[in-house]
């Protein structure tokens, strides 16, 4: 059985920061000592010095789109999940508008296989809400997936559902956490109208964020947070992006011991639509980036509980599907590699506190979707962790990209930390500049409550 000695790193995890020793073995944390109380490194197949580092949980990132199958020109789950690992994320959950839609049992099957042959970090998937395929959801193994994925609002991949007898019958008869997209299809297609006839059939994508407008997300979020009280449904809504939004989270976060939960995504918190000046439709997502002002309350709101989960919507396109207005471009980014050392970037600004930014990213999806073993630096867990360095300042550039798009809307930026080692199951997935493509992460187990 392999051991290896993680040394005399900052080790943050569950509110507190000390330096301290991690050893690992067999792929699972054994002992974590505080400094110097493990002596004899001889005894150890690998020693890492972590001197000058920070020591935290491998992120799980709840939200990425990695496109296989069916989509594997923009992107697939070997790529996808090399620039996971070389951004510190060691699990994600990807969505299920693929091609096919992972909407029946033996889709989802399909991408576990994909999955377990090509993956180097650890893996699973939502299972797909339609207008017909709630009589399936009893027949899902629980212990396999983080959830159900509806689309309450149209966006990549057709998966509308805006019936209100079968949103009715979803939320009823979902038993594990529901994520929603929360956009209104009515008011969008309203404000799509009214735009084109005064900027002709592709209207700019400065205007993208006045057509899914604020207004469309907070009548379909509200629309959400209704059903799920009404038939006490775990909901956790995807990206919300406004400030109005986050009102519905400030007392509904617990009722009758059930959750509704909100996620935030790293291009909401680190852009704005004033950005679309500058990087035009590269940030054209859904729902919309929005004012400075949204940002600023979206920020607020990682601290006081109202945002639980930090994730990417991790959702790459080819450079030329990117090119047009409003209608023509394509709305996804890819974000994954870059998603931690952005948020680090809110820990030097003191937006957040590391403490904080590590139950946003790790601790709080592992305990929202009952993840085992994992999100938490603890003796018997798996040994997924992240080693980061700050005062490392470098720059993104094209051939450091490793999505399989090529592109970045951080092209150019300088991030002061940098991800060093990424370790998924003990073993380092990416040291020193390299994804070791040798390494397969597993697939993640769940433990719902009732």
């Known amino acids: ?19 301290g020793d991690i050893v690992i073995a067999g792929g699972n944390i054994e002992c974590i000592a505080k400094a110097s109380q493990i002596a004899d490194a001889a005894e150890y197949d690998e020693v890492i010095n972590a001197s000058g580092c920070y020591v935290l949980p491998g992120v799980i990132d ?33 969505m299920p508008n693929c091609v096919p839609q992972t909407t029946t049992l033996e889709a989802l099957d399909e991408k576990f296989k994909l999955a377990r042959m ?25 212990s396999r997936i983080p959830g159900i994925k509806l689309f309450m609002g149209s966006s990549t991949g057709n998966m509308l559902v805006d019936k209100q007898q079968a949103l009715e019958r979803i939320f009823q008869s979902c038993k594990l956490p529901l994520m929603v997209h929360c956009e209104d299809t009515e008011i969008i297609n ?20 006045m057509i899914r407008s604020e207004e469309a997300c907070l009548a379909s979020s509200r629309k959400a947070v209704e059903l799920a009280k009404k038939y006490g449904t775990r909901l956790h809504v995807a990206h919300v992006s406004t400030a109005e939004e986050l009102e519905l989270f400030d007392a509904a976060i617990h009722y009758d011991g ?34 400075p002002v949204d940002q600023y309350m979206l920020r607020q709101a990682l601290s006081d509980g109202r945002i639980t989960v930090i994730g990417t919507d991790h959702a790459p396109h080819l450079l030329q599907q990117k090119e047009g207005g409003c209608v023509k471009a394509a709305s996804g980014m890819p974000m994954i590699q870059f998603s931690l050392v952005t948020m680090l970037e809110l820990v030097d600004a003191k937006v957040i506190t590391l403490e904080r930014l590590v139950e946003l990213m790790c601790h709080h999806p592992a305990r929202l979707f009952g993840v085992q073993q994992r999100g938490f630096l603890r003796k018997g867990y798996r040994a997924d962790l992240v080693l980061v360095r700050p005062d490392a300042p470098w720059t993104v550039t094209p051939d450091c990209i490793l999505s399989k798009c090529g592109w970045s809307p951080v092209e150019g930026h300088e991030y002061r930390w940098c991800v060093e080692r990424t370790l998924c199951n003990g073993e380092s997935v990416y040291a ?16 719902h409550e009732d």
Not at 6 to 18: A, D, K, L, S, W
Not at 191 to 203: I, L, S, T
Not at 258 to 275: K, N, P, S, Y
């Open 190 to 209: 309203r404000n799509m109208k009214a735009a084109k006839e005064a900027w002709g059939d592709d209207p700019p994508v400065a205007l993208h964020a």
């Open 118 to 142: 090509r993956s180097h970090v650890n893996y699973s998937f939502f299972f797909g809400a339609t207008n017909d395929n709630a009589d399936s959801f009893g027949q899902l193994d629980a």
């Open 62 to 94: 709840d939200h990425v789109h990695f496109r296989e199958p069916g989509l594997t020109q923009k992107a697939d789950i070997d790529s996808e999940s090399r620039a996971a690992a070389a951004g510190g994320v060691t699990s994600y959950f990807d």
């Open 1 to 19: 059985m392999m051991k290896t000695l993680i040394r005399g790193g900052h080790i943050v995890n569950e509110g507190r920061i000390f330096e």
């Open 258 to 291: 059930e959750r509704i939960t909100a996620e935030a995504c790293v291009g909401h918190l680190f852009f704005t639509q004033l950005d679309h000046d500058r990087l035009g439709a590269m940030i054209k997502v859904n729902p919309a980036i929005k004012t």
């Open 432 to 447: 020193n500049g390299r994804v070791n493509d040798k390494v397969l992460g597993e697939e993640i187990t769940f433990r």
